[in-house]
């Protein structure tokens, strides 16, 4: 991290948190005190369990230990932390762990669980609970054989000259059954002609659609005579329903071996409650997990199949459900290590395949999504899932789900949150969670500050609760220093995500981070997530990396915000238009953006029901933008007669209303944003960094802003500062700003009230930084009066409010500086004198080595003192080179009267690797911005000798790279410490009435 160039520059923004003798601050647990604030400070300073992040607790299945257990929750509870997820991952494991004794599911896994919620409850975190050992679903029970495993159907090819007879068994599936798999039912056989002059081993083969032959008469004992046409070259395709054999991800964690359950039926439903229900709900555990109320989690639905993936019954549900028998176009289904075997001449295809996937979505849901969540809240438990994963409505399973989850890992964009958070916020629920902080390669390399500026950018799409990706049991079989963990090594590699906790040098510093997510998450989870614009998409995918059309390239850099829908998101309760809005009652949406379906090149289609009801709501006052030339218009799936006609009369219908826009394409959406009179909730000038998310609850509206230091490609972050304009609900709000950090909530002292009612303030971050402003009626939300005045500019570096109200002005240099004051009032105020800058170049350096210890979860920490005329990474440090650990960084300053009184200081610390903490003269500092390296240690300072003490803490790669050379060897080493340049900048400070 970076400080921002210069020592104006580096003086805290008006926006900063900066506490006052005369407006005491509400303040987080071990900051200055202050009075007692409402019930939203005083949560928002100090938060409780539930809202706080979590960590994904990998456990080497059950060989643990009751005391590890205590211990590692402990750990975990003092570092601020809400609780844990529980997930028996085992990737890393070298030695094999005796499945029958020590597996998922076992007397001692239930043990242990039971200790965990146990001292969880004690410590007073929530403890979550993996749906099976790994993922995806699984349970031991069942063979690949039985009704409740996941199925698949494998088709078996021959090719049949015309005029010539087909006598002989049916043919052999293309792809070989998986371990353990060994029925199979037959369930159709069928023939279809090749397509004139394509060949019959094309992958895929083309087909000629109206030539389908349904065999399944002629079949006797699986053999089949059959003679073909004279006409062309006919393929024979025989389909069977088997085991598809997927098992848990890892090696055997139970005895017998679980099995992957059909995702798709209640069989398979059926035999993961009926496991839980049998071996692993003892009365013990009934009761902790309704006293701890924690939730039931289950990962990404990453089903794989050798053949196609099949559900028994499958067939007689989707002509239930679509009207049509899925039998003629069966051939179109059929697939070969995940790539279709054959295709139609025709548009059918694509329809059949979007019919096929829209009934799975439906099985899942009925079958097992909302069946498992019935059960989970019976034993008082949410239900969190990762709801993405093959081609299903991820968006309307988001919309039902307790928790829908989200990764940092697998999502590519933003966009790919704001869709979950779409659905989410369309069925009314609060949470947003995001499997956090999972990095390719990044085992024992991942540094908090690269973690939170990805974290921070999520929140702002929507995002609102963390579970890091992970925190390791200590230990496991074969285990190398420092312990093991679920994913390092891997593959022979450094793995991925990163084994946070007590290992870790970082660790001490965790609970600043810790507090500061805490109330980040504290702001996102009050009130209702607000956007501008709500984008429909033919189909509810998440996880695609596709953004909204003209919204994420060009409206998010101005201030738009937007969330997806899918259609089935229109049939929710909440799916209404009052007052020109769409769900008013949540997102509240100011147009909805219709474009053609970005899955499929931008096809011009859409359901006939979605079609009915945007007219439904352009009649009611919506404002809609839809691009386009729709004369092309059909409906998806396979039609029925008269669809398509149907739906160009309401594509007419709807662009004929007077608030519906057509625009010709994506760039021209500024023009229907314009003639519709559309105006986003925050305005700013274009900026490629900013980000920002809005909530809002009956008594004060959330701005979440932070500036965007990952996602552009090539980027490395920049300072910024912006005026952003802010819409406001009410005239007699004052703005405030939350300090993460500390917990202190201020009136913001620079802003600007516009004729038109909005607030116009300034906003300066570093990158990956963030800020929270909240606009209230002061009195409830925060106790106390409006303050008696507010300045709209400067000339000074900062404003700020000093005892008894009056006007402070703050900056680096002398001279006299004028404020403007709301209503155009001008005060003046004069800064005598201001010291120099002093460079502090002169450190001793007392550094914790750590190395392995007597065990692998060891740790021996051996210290070094370094002197430095000059300050610079451990690695070009000989004695540090190839050290990790705690650095501690000592200095003195003398300093005279001019730097007393009326005068502070800042800390500009320049680069530092990892995290820091500050202590000045013996005391230790506030909770430190630990992506915005500048402290303020004015009021810390003293006349003569002063000494300035910074606390470094790094990861262990460059330990590992000697210690462990096989797996982390070939990397580069990173630069650790405090690598400046670090100055000491005076300020002076006036005081002026007002």
Request: proline share 7%.
């Given at each position: 991290?970076?400080?921002?160039?210069?020592?104006?520059?580096?003086?805290?923004?008006?926006?900063?948190?900066?506490?006052?003798?005369?407006?005491?601050?509400?303040?987080?647990?071990?900051?200055?005190?202050?009075?007692?604030?409402?019930?939203?400070?005083?949560?928002?300073?100090?938060?409780?369990?539930?809202?706080?992040?979590?960590?994904?607790?990998?456990?080497?299945?059950?060989?643990?230990?009751?005391?590890?257990?205590?211990?590692?929750?402990?750990?975990?509870?003092?570092?601020?932390?809400?609780?844990?997820?529980?997930?028996?991952?085992?990737?890393?494991?070298?030695?094999?762990?005796?499945?029958?004794?020590?597996?998922?599911?076992?007397?001692?896994?239930?043990?242990?669980?039971?200790?965990?919620?146990?001292?969880?409850?004690?410590?007073?975190?929530?403890?979550?609970?993996?749906?099976?050992?790994?993922?995806?679903?699984?349970?031991?029970?069942?063979?690949?054989?039985?009704?409740?495993?996941?199925?698949?159907?494998?088709?078996?090819?021959?090719?049949?000259?015309?005029?010539?007879?087909?006598?002989?068994?049916?043919?052999?599936?293309?792809?070989?059954?998986?371990?353990?798999?060994?029925?199979?039912?037959?369930?159709?056989?069928?023939?279809?002609?090749?397509?004139?002059?394509?060949?019959?081993?094309?992958?895929?083969?083309?087909?000629?659609?109206?030539?389908?032959?349904?065999?399944?008469?002629?079949?006797?004992?699986?053999?089949?005579?059959?003679?073909?046409?004279?006409?062309?070259?006919?393929?024979?395709?025989?389909?069977?329903?088997?085991?598809?054999?997927?098992?848990?991800?890892?090696?055997?964690?139970?005895?017998?071996?679980?099995?992957?359950?059909?995702?798709?039926?209640?069989?398979?439903?059926?035999?993961?409650?009926?496991?839980?229900?049998?071996?692993?709900?003892?009365?013990?555990?009934?009761?902790?997990?309704?006293?701890?109320?924690?939730?039931?989690?289950?990962?990404?639905?990453?089903?794989?199949?050798?053949?196609?993936?099949?559900?028994?019954?499958?067939?007689?549900?989707?002509?239930?459900?679509?009207?049509?028998?899925?039998?003629?176009?069966?051939?179109?289904?059929?697939?070969?290590?995940?790539?279709?075997?054959?295709?139609?001449?025709?548009?059918?295809?694509?329809?059949?395949?979007?019919?096929?996937?829209?009934?799975?979505?439906?099985?899942?849901?009925?079958?097992?999504?909302?069946?498992?969540?019935?059960?989970?809240?019976?034993?008082?438990?949410?239900?969190?899932?990762?709801?993405?994963?093959?081609?299903?409505?991820?968006?309307?399973?988001?919309?039902?789900?307790?928790?829908?989850?989200?990764?940092?890992?697998?999502?590519?964009?933003?966009?790919?949150?704001?869709?979950?958070?779409?659905?989410?916020?369309?069925?009314?629920?609060?949470?947003?969670?995001?499997?956090?902080?999972?990095?390719?390669?990044?085992?024992?390399?991942?540094?908090?500050?690269?973690?939170?500026?990805?974290?921070?950018?999520?929140?702002?799409?929507?995002?609102?609760?963390?579970?890091?990706?992970?925190?390791?049991?200590?230990?496991?079989?074969?285990?190398?220093?420092?312990?093991?963990?679920?994913?390092?090594?891997?593959?022979?590699?450094?793995?991925?995500?990163?084994?946070?906790?007590?290992?870790?040098?970082?660790?001490?510093?965790?609970?600043?981070?810790?507090?500061?997510?805490?109330?980040?998450?504290?702001?996102?989870?009050?009130?209702?997530?607000?956007?501008?614009?709500?984008?429909?998409?033919?189909?509810?995918?998440?996880?695609?990396?596709?953004?909204?059309?003209?919204?994420?390239?060009?409206?998010?850099?101005?201030?738009?915000?937007?969330?997806?829908?899918?259609?089935?998101?229109?049939?929710?309760?909440?799916?209404?238009?009052?007052?020109?809005?769409?769900?008013?009652?949540?997102?509240?949406?100011?147009?909805?953006?219709?474009?053609?379906?970005?899955?499929?090149?931008?096809?011009?289609?859409?359901?006939?029901?979605?079609?009915?009801?945007?007219?439904?709501?352009?009649?009611?006052?919506?404002?809609?933008?839809?691009?386009?030339?729709?004369?092309?218009?059909?409906?998806?799936?396979?039609?029925?007669?008269?669809?398509?006609?149907?739906?160009?009369?309401?594509?007419?219908?709807?662009?004929?209303q007077p608030g519906v826009f057509n625009v010709p394409d994506r760039p021209d959406v500024p023009q229907g944003i314009a003639a519709l009179g559309l105006r986003r909730d925050v305005e700013y000038a274009q900026s490629s960094m900013l980000l920002h998310a809005h909530r809002?609850?009956?008594?004060?509206?959330?701005?979440?802003?932070?500036?965007?230091?990952?996602?552009?490609?090539?980027?490395?972050?920049?300072?910024?500062?912006?005026?952003?304009?802010?819409?406001?609900?009410?005239?007699?709000?004052?703005?405030?700003?939350?300090?993460?950090?500390?917990?202190?909530?201020?009136?913001?002292?620079?802003?600007?009230?516009?004729?038109?009612?909005?607030?116009?303030?300034?906003?300066?971050?570093?990158?990956?930084?963030?800020?929270?402003?909240?606009?209230?009626?002061?009195?409830?939300?925060?106790?106390?009066?409006?303050?008696?005045?507010?300045?709209?500019?400067?000339?000074?570096?900062?404003?700020?409010?000093?005892?008894?109200?009056?006007?402070?002005?703050?900056?680096?240099?002398?001279?006299?500086?004028?404020?403007?004051?709301?209503?155009?009032?001008?005060?003046?105020?004069?800064?005598?004198?201001?010291?120099?800058?002093?460079?502090?170049?002169?450190?001793?350096?007392?550094?914790?080595?750590?190395?392995?210890?007597?065990?692998?979860?060891?740790?021996?920490?051996?210290?070094?003192?370094?002197?430095?005329?000059?300050?610079?990474?451990?690695?070009?440090?000989?004695?540090?080179?190839?050290?990790?650990?705690?650095?501690?960084?000592?200095?003195?300053?003398?300093?005279?009267?001019?730097?007393?009184?009326?005068?502070?200081?800042?800390?500009?610390?320049?680069?530092?690797?990892?995290?820091?903490?500050?202590?000045?003269?013996?005391?230790?500092?506030?909770?430190?911005?630990?992506?915005?390296?500048?402290?303020?240690?004015?009021?810390?300072?003293?006349?003569?000798?002063?000494?300035?003490?910074?606390?470094?803490?790094?990861?262990?790669?460059?330990?590992?790279?000697?210690?462990?050379?096989?797996?982390?060897?070939?990397?580069?080493?990173?630069?650790?410490?405090?690598?400046?340049?670090?100055?000491?900048?005076?300020?002076?400070?006036?005081?002026?009435?007002?």
């Amino acid at each position: 991290m970076t400080a921002a160039a210069g020592a104006a520059a580096a003086l805290p923004a008006a926006t900063a948190s900066v506490a006052s003798a005369a407006e005491a601050p509400v303040t987080a647990a071990g900051a200055t005190a202050g009075r007692p604030g409402g019930a939203f400070a005083r949560s928002f300073a100090s938060p409780a369990a539930p809202v706080r992040p979590k960590f994904r607790w990998w456990w080497p299945d059950a060989l643990v230990d009751t005391e590890e257990i205590r211990r590692e929750i402990d750990e975990i509870a003092a570092a601020g932390f809400g609780g844990v997820e529980i997930a028996a991952v085992t990737h890393s494991v070298s030695e094999p762990i005796d499945p029958s004794r020590h597996g998922w599911g076992t007397p001692a896994w239930v043990g242990a669980v039971e200790t965990a919620l146990h001292q969880a409850k004690k410590r007073g975190i929530v403890v979550d609970l993996t749906i099976g050992p790994a993922w995806p679903a699984a349970v031991p029970g069942i063979t690949p054989d039985s009704n409740a495993a996941i199925k698949e159907l494998a088709h078996g090819v021959a090719v049949v000259p015309g005029g010539t007879a087909f006598t002989g068994p049916l043919p052999e599936p293309v792809s070989a059954p998986g371990s353990g798999v060994t029925t199979r039912k037959v369930r159709s056989v069928q023939a279809a002609r090749i397509v004139a002059g394509t060949s019959p081993t094309a992958f895929p083969a083309r087909l000629e659609n109206d030539s389908v032959v349904d065999l399944a008469s002629r079949v006797s004992d699986d053999g089949l005579e059959w003679t073909a046409p004279d006409d062309g070259t006919w393929l024979l395709i025989a389909c069977y329903e088997r085991g598809s054999g997927q098992r848990p991800e890892g090696p055997a964690h139970t005895s017998p071996l679980s099995y992957v359950v059909d995702h798709f039926s209640e069989a398979g439903t059926r035999a993961v409650i009926d496991f839980w229900e049998s071996r692993i709900l003892t009365p013990r555990m009934r009761r902790l997990l309704r006293e701890t109320g924690g939730a039931l989690f289950e990962d990404s639905i990453e089903i794989e199949t050798h053949a196609t993936l099949w559900t028994p019954g499958i067939m007689a549900e989707f002509e239930r459900r679509t009207g049509y028998s899925l039998l003629p176009y069966l051939p179109a289904l059929l697939q070969t290590k995940e790539k279709y075997a054959f295709a139609f001449d025709d548009a059918t295809n694509k329809a059949v395949r979007r019919d096929y996937m829209e009934v799975v979505t439906d099985l899942y849901v009925e079958n097992h999504l909302l069946p498992v969540q019935r059960w989970a809240h019976g034993l008082g438990l949410q239900l969190r899932v990762q709801p993405y994963g093959l081609q299903t409505d991820a968006m309307y399973k988001a919309a039902l789900l307790d928790a829908p989850e989200g990764e940092s890992l697998g999502f590519k964009n933003l966009d790919d949150f704001r869709c979950l958070a779409g659905g989410r916020d369309m069925g009314g629920k609060l949470v947003l969670s995001n499997e956090a902080g999972g990095t390719a390669g990044g085992a024992y390399a991942t540094t908090w500050d690269a973690t939170l500026k990805k974290l921070v950018t999520q929140y702002a799409a929507g995002v609102n609760q963390a579970v890091f990706h992970g925190f390791a049991y200590a230990d496991a079989p074969g285990a190398a220093w420092p312990g093991f963990a679920a994913f390092s090594p891997y593959n022979g590699g450094a793995g991925y995500g990163e084994a946070w906790g007590p290992r870790q040098p970082t660790w001490r510093h965790v609970p600043e981070i810790a507090g500061y997510l805490s109330r980040i998450q504290q702001v996102l989870q009050t009130g209702v997530n607000k956007a501008d614009i709500g984008v429909l998409w033919q189909k509810g995918y998440a996880g695609s990396g596709l953004g909204a059309s003209w919204f994420s390239g060009e409206g998010v850099p101005v201030g738009w915000t937007h969330l997806f829908l899918s259609p089935r998101l229109l049939t929710l309760p909440g799916a209404v238009v009052r007052d020109g809005r769409f769900a008013p009652d949540g997102p509240a949406f100011k147009a909805l953006l219709v474009d053609g379906d970005v899955m499929i090149g931008r096809e011009h289609t859409l359901q006939l029901d979605v079609a009915e009801k945007l007219v439904g709501y352009a009649r009611q006052g919506l404002p809609i933008i839809v691009i386009g030339d729709w004369k092309d218009g059909h409906v998806p799936g396979l039609p029925r007669t008269g669809d398509n006609e149907r739906l160009l009369e309401l594509i007419a219908e709807l662009l004929a209303q007077p608030g519906v826009f057509n625009v010709p394409d994506r760039p021209d959406v500024p023009q229907g944003i314009a003639a519709l009179g559309l105006r986003r909730d925050v305005e700013y000038a274009q900026s490629s960094m900013l980000l920002h998310a809005h909530r809002a609850d009956g008594e004060a509206d959330y701005y979440f802003f932070a500036n965007d230091a990952v996602s552009k490609k090539g980027s490395t972050g920049t300072p910024i500062s912006h005026d952003v304009t802010l819409t406001m609900r009410r005239p007699d709000v004052v703005p405030y700003v939350l300090d993460a950090w500390t917990g202190t909530i201020e009136p913001l002292t620079t802003y600007t009230r516009l004729d038109d009612g909005r607030i116009r303030l300034p906003v300066a971050l570093a990158p990956g930084a963030t800020t929270i402003i909240a606009t209230a009626r002061p009195g409830k939300w925060v106790p106390g009066p409006a303050p008696r005045w507010n300045a709209t500019s400067s000339q000074a570096s900062q404003v700020r409010r000093a005892e008894g109200g009056r006007l402070e002005v703050r900056d680096t240099r002398p001279g006299t500086y004028t404020t403007t004051l709301q209503g155009g009032a001008t005060v003046r105020a004069t800064i005598a004198k201001v010291a120099e800058p002093i460079a502090l170049t002169r450190w001793t350096l007392t550094a914790e080595d750590w190395t392995p210890g007597a065990t692998a979860s060891s740790t021996a920490r051996n210290r070094r003192t370094v002197e430095l005329d000059g300050l610079r990474p451990w690695s070009q440090i000989p004695e540090l080179a190839d050290a990790s650990g705690v650095g501690r960084y000592r200095t003195t300053v003398e300093l005279g009267a001019a730097w007393t009184g009326g005068h502070g200081a800042l800390l500009e610390l320049g680069e530092v690797y990892d995290t820091y903490r500050v202590t000045v003269n013996g005391r230790a500092l506030p909770p430190a911005d630990q992506l915005t390296p500048v402290v303020d240690i004015g009021p810390h300072l003293r006349r003569g000798t002063n000494i300035i003490e910074v606390e470094v803490a790094t990861s262990l790669l460059n330990r590992l790279r000697v210690v462990n050379a096989p797996v982390f060897g070939a990397a580069k080493r990173q630069d650790y410490g405090l690598v400046g340049p670090v100055r000491l900048v005076p300020y002076g400070r006036a005081v002026v009435g007002v």
